[in-house]
């Protein structure tokens, strides 16, 4: 036997071996998938989709154009199934030329199908224009439908988009050459390890299928995320308050409190040194206070959103004002935490209470008439569920909300890390950021349901009918002087929307500033990066958002030097810089505190 025999029998035996050792894993994790679908607990069916009503509508609306006007959609249709038949001749007189090659491809970019093979093969480049062409034509459909309320239409697209993103051929292993190159490379290793990944994910959500976005070894909170120095100074159910130590020798009179959203946790602000908002304020001379919102569980079925206004938004700015000795401070509010310290500072002006000299909203929502992408979950087939299965656990899950969020940028948060992962058999990265957006918290049952009734469906607080303690109140009781931050492609809290709750609200001293990017991009934007720009202008914020924007100016790099030097100017003269603590203010423990652990590192 020669030389290069005796190798090819022991690559032989090695790969034989591989298999049999990767049929073996197959069989365990098969099992151990079993047991995590069998365990998967059920929920409202409500939640997992919209009613069936959508797609009866959209199917009775095309019936109703057809019946209209047949030759508009008869031509629809036949231009589909000419384009569809002229791309299917023109791949096959490519090939009966003996050539290996696609026929030329008419259609844009697209980040899904970066493999070469989706240009030069003809059979995926054949997927891949005829999914184009399928994808073309049903949003083409959908554009038609003329009798349609512009909520349902609004729906009708949204859905549509669903569906044609997830019968993407990228999103199959059979029609995905970059999963079937990897498996050739690896032997089939990669397949095997994307199976493990599959059922890890099913076991940590109870056999729900979320798809891991970030290394979870990879950070630890106070380790090497949120690390900020300063100290937990008073705590009471809701929440904890972090007094941050100063960096500089004097700092402004007037203290910073910061109310971040309940959804998640508030390190966004505090990732790294390089991209925190809480270590650059505190380094502009600001004494910093944050508040730690607690992670509901089911005993918190009963708190509402006045109890996050009385035991936490008065209780903290109390405490700050205590700690400090001053009779005003300044507060920011980011998201829902930002709708609610509007609802809390419409009820201080009621009651005459000057606690607030200025604020501060993030990417704040405060009219809900026109809610922007996330309105299509917010009608009655997704509220309706929501609120039987809060009823039921006493909390609206992180798992539900994560899972609807993801949706909303779905390639990017759910297909493209599945297909890594599951397919290629990639291990998640190591992102702070992704790994924050998996550390989301679950929301009191009651006050959910209000949020998501009172505000987001009713439009109360817009309307003046939303009650706090027992009183209604409305945006033009808002009358602080406020500075408002909205992100021009957020998903979440559109910036349109921002602006017209903020153009309602009725201080005589409002700036309104649009960032580049996203709901965390835009404001986690730090001026060391240079990257997003941001739009302002001197005119208060008032007519239109499209008036607003095309008289604006912008001005490339972050926002924060603009507003550090507009809440500078509200916060008063120097003075010696304030350490956390004192005989009067005892230190209950280093930042970031308890709160904001995991359950288990809280013990």
Request: hydrophobic fraction near 40%; glycine fraction near 8%; aromatic fraction near 10%.
């Given at each position: 036997?020669?030389?290069?025999?005796?190798?090819?029998?022991?690559?032989?035996?090695?790969?034989?071996?591989?298999?049999?050792?990767?049929?073996?894993?197959?069989?365990?994790?098969?099992?151990?998938?079993?047991?995590?679908?069998?365990?998967?607990?059920?929920?409202d069916a409500a939640l997992d989709g919209p009613a069936s009503d959508v797609y009866?509508?959209?199917?009775?609306?095309?019936?109703?154009?057809?019946?209209?006007?047949?030759?508009?959609?008869?031509?629809?249709?036949?231009?589909?199934?000419?384009?569809?038949?002229?791309?299917?001749?023109?791949?096959?007189?490519?090939?009966?030329?003996?050539?290996?090659?696609?026929?030329?491809?008419?259609?844009?970019?697209?980040?899904?199908?970066?493999?070469?093979?989706?240009?030069t093969h003809p059979f995926f480049n054949y997927l891949k224009q005829q999914y184009?062409?399928?994808?073309?034509?049903?949003?083409?459909?959908?554009?038609?439908?003329?009798?349609?309320?512009?909520?349902?239409?609004?729906?009708?697209?949204?859905?549509?988009?669903?569906?044609?993103?997830?019968?993407?051929?990228?999103?199959?292993?059979?029609?995905?050459?970059?999963?079937?190159?990897?498996?050739?490379?690896?032997?089939?290793?990669?397949?095997?390890?994307?199976?493990?990944?599959?059922?890890?994910?099913?076991?940590?959500?109870?056999?729900?299928?979320?798809?891991?976005?970030?290394?979870?070894?990879?950070?630890?909170?106070?380790?090497?995320?949120?690390?900020?120095?300063?100290?937990?100074?008073?705590?009471?159910?809701?929440?904890?308050?972090?007094?941050?130590?100063?960096?500089?020798?004097?700092?402004?009179?007037?203290?910073?409190?910061?109310?971040?959203?309940?959804?998640?946790?508030?390190?966004?602000?505090?990732?790294?040194?390089?991209?925190?908002?809480?270590?650059?304020?505190?380094?502009?001379?600001?004494?910093?206070?944050?508040?730690?919102?607690?992670?509901?569980?089911?005993?918190?079925?009963?708190?509402?959103?006045?109890?996050?206004?009385?035991?936490?938004?008065?209780?903290?700015?109390?405490?700050?004002?205590?700690?400090?000795?001053?009779?005003?401070?300044?507060?920011?509010?980011?998201?829902?935490?930002?709708?609610?310290?509007?609802?809390?500072?419409?009820?201080?002006?009621?009651?005459?209470?000057?606690?607030?000299?200025?604020?501060?909203?993030?990417?704040?929502?405060?009219?809900?008439?026109?809610?922007?992408?996330?309105?299509?979950?917010?009608?009655?087939?997704?509220?309706?569920?929501?609120?039987?299965?809060?009823?039921?656990?006493?909390?609206?899950?992180?798992?539900?909300?994560?899972?609807?969020?993801?949706?909303?940028?779905?390639?990017?948060?759910?297909?493209?890390?599945?297909?890594?992962?599951?397919?290629?058999?990639?291990?998640?990265?190591?992102?702070?950021?992704?790994?924050?957006?998996?550390?989301?918290?679950?929301?009191?049952?009651?006050?959910?349901?209000?949020?998501?009734?009172?505000?987001?469906?009713?439009?109360?607080?817009?309307?003046?009918?939303?009650?706090?303690?027992?009183?209604?109140?409305?945006?033009?009781?808002?009358?602080?002087?406020?500075?408002?931050?909205?992100?021009?492609?957020?998903?979440?809290?559109?910036?349109?929307?921002?602006?017209?709750?903020?153009?309602?609200?009725?201080?005589?001293?409002?700036?309104?500033?649009?960032?580049?990017?996203?709901?965390?991009?835009?404001?986690?934007?730090?001026?060391?990066?240079?990257?997003?720009?941001?739009?302002?202008?001197?005119?208060?914020?008032?007519?239109?958002?499209?008036?607003?924007?095309?008289?604006?100016?912008?001005?490339?790099?972050?926002?924060?030097?603009?507003?550090?030097?507009?809440?500078?100017?509200?916060?008063?003269?120097?003075?010696?810089?304030?350490?956390?603590?004192?005989?009067?203010?005892?230190?209950?423990?280093?930042?970031?505190?308890?709160?904001?652990?995991?359950?288990?590192?809280?013990?």
């Amino acid at each position: 036997m020669t030389t290069t025999e005796k190798k090819e029998e022991t690559d032989s035996v090695a790969r034989m071996e591989r298999l049999n050792a990767n049929l073996a894993r197959i069989e365990e994790l098969t099992q151990r998938l079993t047991a995590a679908v069998s365990a998967r607990r059920s929920h409202d069916a409500a939640l997992d989709g919209p009613a069936s009503d959508v797609y009866l509508k959209a199917a009775a609306s095309w019936v109703a154009g057809m019946m209209r006007d047949p030759g508009r959609v008869l031509e629809q249709q036949i231009g589909y199934w000419g384009k569809t038949l002229k791309h299917y001749v023109e791949a096959n007189q490519v090939l009966a030329k003996g050539e290996f090659k696609a026929p030329a491809d008419p259609f844009p970019k697209d980040r899904r199908f970066s493999n070469p093979l989706w240009e030069t093969h003809p059979f995926f480049n054949y997927l891949k224009q005829q999914y184009q062409l399928n994808s073309e034509a049903m949003t083409g459909a959908v554009g038609q439908m003329e009798t349609l309320s512009p909520e349902d239409r609004k729906r009708v697209d949204y859905f549509t988009k669903q569906i044609v993103d997830m019968f993407s051929p990228t999103n199959f292993l059979g029609t995905n050459p970059d999963a079937l190159e990897r498996a050739v490379e690896t032997d089939g290793e990669s397949l095997v390890q994307g199976l493990e990944n599959l059922v890890r994910d099913m076991e940590a959500n109870s056999g729900e299928l979320m798809v891991t976005l970030a290394d979870k070894e990879a950070f630890t909170v106070g380790g090497n995320i949120a690390t900020s120095e300063g100290a937990v100074v008073y705590r009471n159910r809701m929440f904890e308050l972090i007094q941050y130590t100063p960096t500089t020798d004097k700092v402004h009179r007037t203290p910073l409190l910061i109310f971040p959203p309940w959804i998640n946790k508030f390190y966004i602000m505090d990732l790294k040194p390089q991209n925190s908002l809480i270590r650059w304020i505190v380094d502009q001379g600001f004494t910093l206070f944050v508040v730690s919102w607690v992670n509901p569980d089911a005993s918190y079925a009963d708190v509402s959103l006045d109890d996050y206004i009385r035991d936490g938004y008065l209780r903290a700015m109390a405490e700050v004002r205590r700690i400090t000795g001053e009779k005003q401070i300044n507060v920011t509010g980011y998201c829902i935490a930002g709708t609610t310290l509007a609802l809390t500072l419409a009820h201080l002006h009621k009651a005459g209470d000057k606690t607030v000299k200025t604020a501060t909203f993030f990417t704040t929502l405060t009219d809900f008439s026109d809610p922007g992408e996330v309105g299509v979950f917010l009608d009655n087939d997704f509220v309706d569920g929501i609120e039987r299965q809060t009823a039921q656990d006493g909390i609206l899950s992180s798992l539900f909300m994560q899972r609807t969020f993801s949706f909303l940028r779905s390639n990017d948060l759910i297909y493209t890390p599945a297909i890594k992962s599951y397919m290629m058999g990639e291990a998640p990265p190591a992102f702070d950021l992704l790994y924050w957006n998996g550390d989301a918290t679950n929301l009191p049952a009651k006050m959910a349901v209000e949020y998501l009734r009172g505000l987001c469906q009713q439009d109360g607080f817009a309307k003046g009918e939303f009650p706090v303690f027992g009183e209604p109140v409305n945006l033009a009781q808002v009358q602080v002087p406020l500075c408002a931050i909205a992100c021009e492609t957020d998903h979440i809290a559109h910036w349109k929307g921002s602006f017209n709750g903020i153009k309602q609200m009725g201080s005589k001293d409002k700036t309104f500033i649009l960032s580049e990017s996203g709901h965390i991009a835009g404001i986690i934007n730090p001026p060391s990066k240079g990257k997003y720009g941001h739009w302002t202008s001197a005119a208060q914020p008032e007519g239109t958002p499209e008036a607003w924007l095309a008289a604006a100016e912008k001005t490339p790099g972050s926002w924060w030097p603009r507003w550090g030097a507009w809440l500078a100017a509200s916060s008063g003269a120097m003075v010696k810089a304030r350490a956390p603590g004192g005989p009067e203010n005892p230190v209950l423990c280093p930042a970031p505190g308890t709160y904001v652990k995991p359950a288990e590192a809280q013990d």
